[in-house]
């Protein structure tokens, strides 16, 4: 083995090593960078090997970091988070109502938590946000109803992380700025994808009313549905959903890019929560300061991330995983499941964030010499990676309910009563990791579910 390849290995695993000391990971990958950089210098300096790293190529990272600082696709970041906190002010999450719509029949309580979370999901896209706004709702309802408790936890786990998926999705304007594809493609390739997801936990509901209904019950005041009820829940949702109407639809029809639409969104949000009464100085500068913090955070990581993905490309990273690929005799299709069998492993102990940074970059080159036969119906551009990157976010929806750095097992724990154990959480997010492969299995099998409507966007 070449030193060069030795020292990419050994500089990802030093990298997950760090990993469980716990110490910030922006900080983790920027000083592991540092370091290797220093190796593959001192490499080539004393043991001959050919990674290149001088202080010419490790210059590049001060252009790098300016660039991504100064890319304006990633202004839709901060933009599309504050759109989501002013968003929870607006009673997006009141169930009351949507309750009623689904009272006669069984599990239909954890029914209306699936259908808010996708409503969530297309209008706020922060993952913790659901997830602590659904379960401080609903779980207590839920378990007073005598639903079973991995069930209940299980559905606001699940439904909470959809909007990492669903547009608009800050993973996917990661995603579309470091492979350099379209974000209005992302976007569009995600809809169906993430419905799918939607459906899924949905019949999953279902049959588990029909076959265990003690864990799934009716609720006592069970009413049947009326022209009023409908009423109510129309003017309940059609505010958040006219929002995201106009924020997705002026993407898809070009009128405006997603940094944009982005803005209209922060604003239209703002419109929202004054028209229902809730608009408040204390309420704009909270949600101000934690946009900022989490900015704050996902780009740290950033910088992080692109001085790691920098130093490894120059130690020759992406030939090695190009050459490997190579290796395996399975076919492109084959190859493609052993990719999205390591994104599920390492899901287990990388965030998103990470995965999309250094991964990503890195097996798209592959993806794209593959040749694969999916159909962009002559529009889309690079349907093969706009395909396997929505693909790739499906699967990343599984490292939010995947121990031990789950991020929405987290979020359970710091909001279940105390007697939902920890060992409860697991049970009722498994399942749901399984239906989440399986939304993945399914865009695999019918790729038109990602690129039909881009293409139908460009006609």
């Known amino acids: 083995m070449p030193t ?44 001959g090997s050919a990674t290149g790293i001088g202080f010419n190529p490790i210059g590049m990272i001060v252009s790098r970091i300016y660039s991504l600082m100064s890319n304006w696709v990633l202004v839709a970041v901060p933009m599309f988070i504050f759109m989501g906190l ?75 992380t959809l909007g990492i998926l669903i547009p608009p999705s800050i993973m996917l304007v990661v995603m579309a700025d470091q492979l350099a594809i379209s974000v209005g493609d992302l976007f569009m390739g995600a809809v169906f994808p993430g419905l799918v997801l939607g459906g899924l936990y949905i019949v999953f509901i279902l049959m588990y009313g029909l076959l265990y209904p003690k864990g799934a019950p009716l609720p006592p005041d069970a009413r049947p549905i009326s022209w009023k009820i409908l009423g109510e829940v129309l003017l309940s949702v059609l505010p958040a959903v006219g929002l995201i109407v106009i924020v997705l639809g002026s993407i898809f029809a070009g009128l405006a890019t997603p940094t944009e639409a982005s803005g209209v969104g922060a604003a239209g949000a703002i419109l929202l929560v004054g028209a229902r009464g809730r608009l408040n100085l204390k309420m704009i500068q909270g949600a101000a300061i934690e946009t900022f913090k989490t900015t704050a955070f996902v780009f740290g990581i950033f910088v992080g ?45 990388l965030d998103w964030i990470e995965i999309s940074l250094i991964i990503l970059p890195l097996v798209a080159p592959a993806i794209t010499k593959m040749g694969l036969n999916i159909n962009g119906y002559g529009v889309v551009e690079n349907p093969s990676l706009v395909w396997f990157t929505v693909l790739n976010a499906v699967i990343l929806q599984t490292s939010f309910l995947t121990p ?35 939304g993945a299995a399914a865009v695999i099998i019918w790729p038109e579910l990602v690129t039909w409507l881009p293409s139908m966007a460009y006609k």
């Open 4 to 47: 060069e390849y030795f020292l990419v290995l050994l500089m990802f695993g030093t990298f997950i090593g760090l990993l469980f000391t716990g110490f910030p990971i922006a900080f983790v990958l920027g000083g592991t960078a540092c370091v290797f950089s220093l190796v593959g210098y001192l490499s080539d300096l004393y043991l």
């Open 86 to 160: 002013v968003l929870e002010h607006a009673g997006l999450a009141e169930h009351k109502s949507m309750q009623a719509l689904f009272g006669r029949v069984r599990g239909g309580l954890a029914v209306t938590v699936a259908v808010i979370g996708i409503i969530l999901a297309a209008s706020t896209g922060i993952m913790g946000a659901s997830v602590t706004l659904l379960g401080i709702l609903s779980l207590p309802i839920m378990l007073g109803q005598g639903y079973n408790k991995c069930l209940a936890v299980g559905i606001v786990g699940a439904s909470g």
């Open 305 to 349: 991330a692109t001085f790691f993905a920098l130093v490894m490309r120059l130690l020759g990273g992406d030939m090695l995983i190009e050459n490997l690929l190579a290796q395996i005799p399975l076919g492109p299709y084959g190859i493609i499941m052993v990719i999205l069998g390591v994104i599920f492993l390492l899901g287990f102990f």
């Open 404 to 438: 031990p750095v789950g991020f929405t097992i987290f979020f359970l724990q710091g909001i279940v009563p105390k007697d939902v154990l920890l060992w409860d959480i697991y049970k009722g997010i498994m399942p749901f990791v399984i239906l989440q492969l399986m």
